[in-house]
């Protein structure tokens, strides 16, 4: 049976009376939607937009003195809590201190998530927890739904900070693992998707990516560690976080499935972005097959310690892009908040970087952006930003961005009215829709839906078309189709839900499929 497109179509003239930057207030209560879990408080770390517009929320909440849980949510696209899900705290562990960092969607729908978590030595422990699609613990998945995992095995303390899943449903998380006393390294660990360790990768599942080749003072001096992983559109892993005395440096690490360093890559497969740098997240790699990432840093030697929020980018073999900013770095403005805000690429290639940059009033929001070559938009706020002052907040700190399918902006961050803080996200209006057109549900049809290999493109008004793009639902490009724009060939695809995207020429169409 033939299947009409429901196309993921906006009006691209939908924002001409809103101000890009500013507050949605059609979402949640005037912008806003805030939730409290813990009774000491919550901090959201990362969000995800599921393939139905949902929004899921992971973080830590603080349910009493000095204890702590895995805090995950899930919202409507409105802002309002979805109460079919089980939004709660999980605690892990034996001790009193579990922490959410980082959040994947299985093709199946399930959802993983990354931590660590107080163990019977007093020390963490890498944790792994995997929950169904409604909210409660997936007891198919390791112990009850958790995997606890000690790497160092020496009774030092393991940290897990960020996720992804791979193409066959295997599972890449990344953290560190203390090796010494004073000391830690960064690893990659492989997981089956049933939870256990995959031992054809690195050595019986875990890699240790060693940096220490690139300084010339002892191991014990630093604490180096991943704290992003991504798949590139390659296949090949891609893995950051920090390392050099002082942990001041960026680090870059280029792995296949496997755990094998790609020699292309910098120096040996890993390569190093001096800095002083402090915090990095949102690790992000452009069409091109650059890659982002955000940070911050000083403008070293002339600014001496004055903080600033600063962009990085590389080139895909992992030397400075030096056409970008100041050889790679792009320095938006000064900062001496403890906290590194985030970045988000939206479809046209421009980068958006939001952050509270006020030490002392914590309820202050500057949103940036730039146009890929990163030159200030000027079409964005006023000459590229935008300021926004909250005043009914005790603070706002912007954790994780999102692009939103319509050109929104959607901003994953711990919002205090109170004397605690809660989870909290924030929507925006967006400057530039892409030229997603509002017809398109009437213009195009596909077949069939679910399909097992072919997958049929009618075109009755012939539109002429650029390509095809499957893309699944973390966002990565898994297949892409430049001629016969009829149809396209998924057989080779892990079963699961994708969105088929057709372009012509500044236009983008979607629609999710089903391959089985």
């Not at 020496?154 to 010494?180: C, F, N, R």
């Not at 935008?386 to 907040?393: A, I, M």
Request: glycine share 10%; charged share 15%.
């Amino acid at each position: 049976m033939k299947t009409t497109l429901l196309f993921i179509s906006m009006l691209a003239g939908c924002f001409a009376f809103a101000q890009p930057g500013t507050l949605d207030t059609t979402f949640g209560i005037s912008g806003y939607s805030m939730l409290s879990l813990g009774a000491e408080g919550d901090d959201i770390q990362k969000i995800l937009i599921q393939p139905d517009n949902k929004i899921l929320s992971v973080g830590t909440s603080y349910i009493a003195p000095n204890t702590s849980a895995i805090a995950l949510t899930r919202h409507n696209a409105d802002g309002t809590l979805d109460i079919s899900f089980n939004s709660t705290v999980t605690p892990a562990g034996t001790g009193s201190s579990t922490h959410g960092k980082d959040i994947a969607l299985q093709s199946d729908g399930k959802i993983l998530i990354t931590g660590y978590c107080f163990n019977t030595d007093s020390h963490y422990d890498m944790l792994l927890m995997r929950f169904n699609s409604n909210g409660l613990l997936d007891s198919s998945f390791g112990t009850g739904g958790k995997v606890m995992l000690d790497v160092g095995n020496i009774g030092g303390s393991d940290y897990m900070y960020a996720i992804t899943v791979l193409p066959d449903g295997k599972i890449i998380a990344v953290g560190q693992a203390q090796t010494l006393e004073q000391s830690s390294i960064p690893v990659a660990v492989k997981f089956n998707a049933n939870g256990t360790l995959d031992t054809s990768f690195g050595t019986n599942g875990i890699l240790w990516i060693d940096f220490a080749p690139f300084y010339n003072f002892p191991v014990a001096a630093w604490m180096p560690f991943a704290s992003n992983v991504i798949i590139l559109q390659d296949g090949n892993i891609l893995v950051s976080g920090r390392a050099g005395e002082g942990y001041s440096d960026l680090a870059f690490a280029k792995l296949n499935a496997n755990g094998n360093f790609d020699a292309s890559f910098g120096t040996d497969g890993k390569a190093i972005f001096s800095g002083p740098v402090f915090h990095d997240k949102n690790l992000i790699e452009q069409p091109d097959g650059k890659i982002l990432i955000m940070a911050k840093g000083t403008i070293a030697p002339d600014q001496g310690a004055v903080l600033y929020h600063v962009i990085v980018r590389l080139n895909s073999n992992g030397s400075p892009d030096i056409a970008f900013g100041t050889n790679g770095k792009l320095f938006i403005a000064p900062s001496q908040t403890p906290y590194c805000g985030a970045i988000a690429l939206e479809q046209n290639g421009k980068i958006l970087a939001i952050d509270n940059p006020d030490p002392f009033v914590y309820d202050n929001l500057l949103m940036t952006r730039f146009k890929a070559d990163g030159t200030l938009d000027t079409t964005f706020g006023i000459n590229g930003s935008y300021s926004q002052d909250f005043p009914q907040l005790n603070y706002y700190i912007p954790q994780d961005l999102k692009i939103l399918a319509d050109g929104k902006i959607l901003a994953g961050v711990s919002i205090n009215l109170d004397s605690n803080a809660d989870m909290g996200l924030m929507r925006f209006n967006g400057g530039e829709t892409a030229g997603i057109n509002e017809k398109a549900m009437d213009i195009f049809s596909i077949y069939p839906n679910p399909t097992t290999n072919i997958l049929n493109i009618s075109n009755p008004e012939n539109i002429i078309l650029d390509g095809i793009d499957i893309i699944d639902i973390t966002g990565k490009t898994v297949l892409q189709q430049t001629d016969n724009l009829s149809q396209i060939d998924v057989q080779n695809l892990s079963p699961g839900m994708y969105f088929l995207q057709l372009t012509s020429g500044e236009k983008e169409y979607r629609h999710k499929f089903i391959k089985q």
